[in-house]
């Protein structure tokens, strides 16, 4: 076989050559799938500039926001917002139900599992709602993922099964998206124990899959296969078929695909003895991973590091690695491996006598286990703890840990293995306490098992046999499918080449013309730019012409009016002072207090113009003193956090000034008309912006209400002034957030 003779070469490579690749190859492979995905994403911006169609262009935008690395994420998300905003205003159900999906593959990709479920979740609410059946497929398939990745097993489980059986109605079948559940389906079963049944169905994944263009998808079914076929103990076959995806990875420059297989070789050499092998693997795997920071592969790749390590007998660092692992495991929130690593660290403290330790990672494993679903899992660690009690001489918690092992394993017979260690621990514990009749027992069931295991691995040979001339009959197929493409490839270069002169001539042209287009389109921006300057310095202007006459009409109302009084009180008091009752006594005392009214009165107003605090302490104590005022009232109370803002001594006056009437701005709407106890306030200072979030527990906006009232204008106005951003958003009695970014304006000190 082809595939035989490729591995041989590569396992044959020169120490030299093999050093060569594991310090270049990580480094070159991150270059080329950068380039690869950037000339993805130039030819969609291509197509989506020339697209006339607004739904056909939405529908670009889904497609090249998902291409974006995670750090140009905001670009992706723009891509996305756009198209979901122009579905929405169009009432366009189902392609708001596509750009849900294309949020949820976003924040998977970035890592980020609960926000991929909660955008999945409401893809799959509104698919059903309209009744469109291939988005429901699709979201419960994605929501499946999300769940394997967060490792609820049971959940993942039966949103999987029944986006296969929704998926299997359509008429012609989606092959590649069938072949991408089962592959789910499989890891599903298999991180359950069921490994024949995951040999299964990881063979109708790869039969749905022949024929396929997706070689990344191709090559994380054979990845799983792979896997499958180590976990049976066909060693060299896993092997085969880790290579083969290998190349498939090396053809698509797919790091994290990569990454995978690297330690999926590093299980398959481990499984056949050969711990150097597996440990050169495993590193070159956490190389990778760490350059992703792909936190769920560095957990498996230290624990499993770590394991080897152990095997060998190499046991300094093992404490280090394991905590390490489970570091890892707890950034990526990964329940399952979470556990994984707990129980693989509690085993190595078993063996090396630390048994309060061992227990309590041991527990914590068992625990987990049990909450995902993954009970043969789960009976192992309970399996460990038997024999951490017995190893203590704790007979009684020895018994009731193997006892509340042995029922999960009724009905799946696949786990022979562990279930002949527990019968062994079994009976060496009955045999400690001198119970013959039971120690003999389980004796007998472990003689009967080590022949059941011997029959079950002549299943699997047998199985393995009849697809094996089926796998080599593929592999000549695409051989010969790839000879065709590569006469087709020659032929059309050769078409290709005695026309690039010509398009070679036209395309500069084009150019030319293109770049005189640009030009003026970037004049005209800059117009557009300016008049929305002076535009907003004209809304300002207004603005702070209206606040001038409400502060004219405060002193003349207010203060005009108590000063009138006051006087007319003088007069009086002059005239009677020497009369008798003439109760110039308690006219003073009036006065006296029109007069502390108006002190009042001028403050607040001198305050509303320009904050003392503000003006004397700086940004942070104005900010404060807002919040000191609120929870003061007790009618509203108010959580700050603040960030940073301790030394604004290099910021503009006028932006401390314009954050501040934000802030209070923002909190006069609250009060006015939010009808809210609670509201949390936080100011981050960043590099070179601050962040202000205002959420309340209000009563919301009403979508049927004009949301642009004077303090909503006021607020926007404000931010726009500094050339930041602002969202405002609410829902009717689920009260309302604010969330704005300003860009800082540094004042220019002049010696």
Known sequence: MILTKTNSAFLNLTPFANLLKSLLFPTALLLFATSIAQSEIDSLSQLINDEAN???????????GVLFSKNERQKGFDDLEQALNFFSEKGDDQGETDSYIAF??????????????????????????IQY?????VAIGNLGREFINLGDLNKAETLIKEAIAIEETFKPLDKDRLAELYNRYNIIVSAKGNYLEGLSLIEKAIALSKGSKNDKQVSLIYSNYANTLS?????????KAHFRVIRLCEKKK?????????????????????????????????????DAANYKSLGLNYVNLATVYSEKGQLEAMDTLYRQGIEYFEKASDIGGIA???HNYGNFLVISKNYTEADKRLEKAYKLRKQIGAELAAASSLSVLGKSAMEQKNWKKAEEYLLAAEPFYKGKARENRNLKELYGYLKTLYTEKENFERALYYQTQELELEKSI?????????LKTETAYEMEKRDMEMSLQKQKQELERQRLLLIGGSVMLILFLTSLSLWLRRKQLKERHQAQLINIEQEHRLYLAKSLKNAEQQERKKIAHKLHDEAGSILSIAILNLKQIQADVFKRESKAQEKLETTQKLLGDISESVRNISHTLMPVALEKYGLKAAIHDIVNAVNTSQKLTVEEIIEGLDDTSSWSEEYCLTVYRIVQEAMNNIIKHAQATHVLLQLVE???????????????????????GIGLKMLKNNVAYLNGTIEINGNSNNGTFILAELPIEITKKTK
């Open 54 to 64: 607004p739904s056909q262009k939405a529908g670009l935008l889904l497609k090249r």
């Open 254 to 290: 797919d790091t994290t695909g990569l990454l995978r297989v690297y330690n999926n070789l590093g299980i398959a050499f481990r499984n056949g003895g050969e711990f150097d092998k597996a440990i050169t693997y495993y590193k070159k795997s956490i190389a990778l991973a760490k």
């Open 133 to 137: 059946k291939k988005g429901r497929a």
């Open 454 to 462: 011997f029959t079950e691995n002549e299943k699997i040979n047998a």
């Open 340 to 342: 994984f690593a707990n």
């Open 104 to 129: 949820g593959n976003l924040h998977f990709i970035y890592g980020e599992p609960h926000e991929a479920a909660r955008y999945d979740s409401l893809a799959m609410q509104l698919a059903k709602n």
């Open 231 to 239: 976990r049976l103990s066909k060693f060299d076959e896993a092997v």
């Open 686 to 708: 960043l590099e070179d912006s601050v962040t202000v979030y205002i959420e309340d527990n209000g009563k919301g906006i009403d979508s049927n209400l004009r949301k642009d």
